[in-house]
């Protein structure tokens, strides 16, 4: 019995918080859009008994989910998020890694304030530091003042308002998430492993190869999955750094959601980007649980 | 250990309402004199908490979601008509409302369209929207007789192609630069039809790769810094960047002008939600923002029109003595004014919006 109680905590949790939110946006996804408050029917009405209850459920429909299919903008954009997505995964990784590394190697008095250090951003607003790159990548800003001032360029870098100003947001807002888990897995790496590997002749970059990367990948498939998952529907990021012509579905939903006050499409598009994510969310479980029973 | 919680959960509720009364104002950035909410704290004795927002769309999510917590909103005209029509307002007790004769017929007339008598909303200011201008680095590059004061500025490619280099920004708002291209057309900038969409698209396609940026508030500084020569906005903020320019002593000459060929007469108005907790402090609220010296002060500060008649004795000489702000008969003669669009023509609209900032 207290066994069950234990369990039932956190799957109460999740019923709470995230099944009934989700089964709602479903419901409003099969809606129509009204102008009303709030701005779509049918509304569930239960003074009416089976009858509204039989009602209401007759006025469902997937008209919304075969409208998204009637116009190209929608599949470019979960496509263009998907690319934006895999590849400031791939960057966050090359720069994530070294960092851990580095932490990992560090003596060990060192690690809890380098551990400290990179978890130190979270104190701030994320929309605060996002904001502040602005001042760094404005064309009056920081960088190009002292690339202009070094004579390194003649003429400011476009790169605000562009895809590679949200690549820059995206690895940097994200990068602890990446290197915590690195970490973590370098941490606990054996190191009479890597002195046996070079008693046997390996150099020490071949015992990089051989020895700490394949044992390190569980961290890095952790960090991958922590930071693609939250990056492909990222809003914020594109809307501050990247130019008019970014397109990202986080944004297309803010302009179904906001400037067509459709809120069914909306959510009908929120629906396929869960829909999406449900793929690399059940493989990191997998994954998690292969870990698991290998370190058993 | 049931009834010591119900102890204390009364007692706070009673201390809720024994401490001062409230109202919540959600109002525009950059809109108000702030002395003015230190005033009214004053005279009335009721706690303002004094939010704002920077988009038409943001205020339309909460007020059709219901449960905003707020007394008193400032859509614009457009949509203050649809949120009236989805049931989000409630009807003004104008024996509550005493200062509301000193209101401007002229005014009061035109946001009969969007609040038919009135009966949910007051004017709280309203403007045009037009050309801001860099003068002296517009004129080295188009010559003296640039076309400052048409459209034929920003949709002629011809001059986009010359300008682009300095920088253009436009609003990131079809509601605002669908009427304008039009207008430049010679078509009814009210037209919502495929074919004015059509025409529209072509417009905005040939000037597109000129446009730095589609953004709806960044120009302020963006012109007064001289970083850019030509935006498209909103009156009182090419004014409040054409002060901070001449404050600023950068060389940088920032004019404004509503467009020859006819410019959108827009018009935010006050008006008190359905669910607002304090109906009765909303309303004393709009009382006092009706009061003609304290409407003055709002205007002065702000650099746009208001819709009250009698405040106009107390306007700065540099408010109503400027027609960019004031127009006269003949310029108020070519403002026009929109309609709401439906829900499928708002559809069409966004879509062709997002064509044409991102070509998808």
């Known amino acids: ?21 989700f089964l709602i946006v479903i419901k409003i996804s099969l809606s129509d859009v009204a102008y009303a408050s709030p701005p779509y029917v049918p509304q569930l009405d239960l003074t009416q008994g089976w009858a509204g209850l039989h009602d209401f459920f007759a006025a469902l ?36 890694y070294p960092v851990a590394y580095g932490m990992a190697r560090a003596p060990q008095e060192w690690r809890p304030t380098l551990l400290m250090l990179v978890i130190l951003p979270f104190w701030t607003s994320f929309l605060i530091r996002v904001y502040s790159w602005m001042g ?10 002292v690339l202009l001032a070094t004579g390194i360029i003649s003429e400011p870098l476009q790169i605000m308002n562009t895809n590679t100003a949200v690549y820059i947001g995206i690895v940097y807002t994200y990068l602890p ?39 390190s990948r569980g961290g890095i498939v952790a960090g991958c999955f922590l930071v693609f998952i939250p990056a492909i529907g990222e809003f914020v990021i594109p809307s501050l750094l990247g130019g008019s012509d970014t397109l990202m579905i986080g944004k297309v939903l803010w302009e179904e959601f906001f400037s067509n006050t459709d809120w069914p499409v909306a959510s009908a598009v929120a629906v396929i980007l869960l829909a999406l994510l449900i793929i690399p969310i059940v493989l990191f479980q997998r994954h998690e649980e292969k870990e698991r029973e290998a370190n058993r | 250990m049931t009834k010591t919680l119900t102890l204390t959960a009364t007692l706070a509720l009673l201390a809720g309402m024994a401490s001062a009364e409230e109202v919540r104002v959600y109002n525009w950035s950059d809109y108000i004199d702030e002395e003015l909410l230190a005033k009214f704290e004053q005279e009335t004795g009721i706690d303002l908490i004094y939010d704002v927002f920077d988009s038409n769309e943001m205020l339309q999510t909460k007020m059709l ?57 007051i004017n709280y200011m309203w403007g045009t929207t037009g050309i801001g201008v860099n003068v002296p680095k517009v004129q080295e590059i188009l010559g003296e007789d640039a076309p400052i004061g048409s459209l034929d500025l920003i949709f002629d490619p011809a001059n986009m192609e010359k300008l682009a280099e300095c920088g253009v920004y436009v609003l990131d708002a079809p509601t605002e630069m669908i009427p304008a291209a039009l207008a430049y057309a010679g078509m009814d900038p009210d037209a919502k039809s495929q074919e004015a969409l059509d025409k529209a698209d072509e417009i905005f396609t040939a000037i597109r790769p000129y446009i730095s940026k589609f953004h709806s508030s960044e120009y302020i500084n963006a012109l007064a810094n001289g970083d850019i020569c030509v935006a498209f906005g909103w009156s009182g903020d090419i004014l409040q960047a054409r002060d901070r320019a001449a404050e600023a002593e950068n060389g940088v000459e920032v004019a404004y002008n509503a467009p020859s060929e006819g410019a959108l007469m827009w018009f935010d108005q006050m008006a008190i939600p359905v669910d607002a907790p304090n109906p009765d402090a909303a309303h004393k609220f709009l009382n006092f923002i009706m009061d003609a010296q304290n409407m003055a002060a709002a205007s002065n500060y702000v650099y746009y029109a208001n819709g009250n008649k009698a405040s106009q004795e107390f306007l700065a000489e540099d408010v109503i003595g400027d027609t960019a702000i004031y127009p006269d008969e003949a310029a108020l003669e070519k403002l026009y004014t929109v309609t709401p669009w439906g829900p499928k023509e708002q559809r069409l609209l966004t879509r062709l919006w997002t064509k044409i900032k991102s070509g998808t």
Do not use: H
Not at chain 1, 66 to 92: E, Q
Not at chain 2, 91 to 102: C, G, H, M, R, V
């Open chain 1, 136 to 145: 760094i990548l404005s064309n009056e800003g920081v960088l190009n003042q």
């Open chain 1, 1 to 21: 019995m207290r066994r069950f109680s234990l369990i039932a905590v956190p799957y109460l949790w999740l019923l709470a918080l995230f099944l009934v939110p």
């Open chain 1, 177 to 215: 998430f990446m290197v915590l888990p690195i970490y973590a897995a370098l941490e606990k790496l054996d190191e009479s492993l890597l002195e046996a590997a070079e008693d046997l002749g390996c150099s020490r970059l071949a015992a990089f190869w051989l020895v700490t990367f394949p044992l």
């Open chain 2, 65 to 121: 979601a219901g449960g905003s917590g707020y007394d008193v909103v400032v859509p614009t005209g457009t949509f203050l008509q649809r949120q009236i029509m989805a049931g989000a307002f409630q009807e003004l007790d104008k024996s509550k409302l005493p200062n509301i004769d000193n209101m401007w017929d002229v005014i009061s007339g035109r946001t009969a369209t969007y609040d038919p008598g009135n009966a949910f909303s």
């Open chain 1, 61 to 96: 429909d997937f008209e919304n989910f075969a409208f998204l299919t009637t116009d190209a903008l929608y599949w470019k954009a979960y496509l263009s998020s998907l690319k934006i997505a895999l590849v400031a995964t791939a960057l966050t990784a090359l720069v994530g």
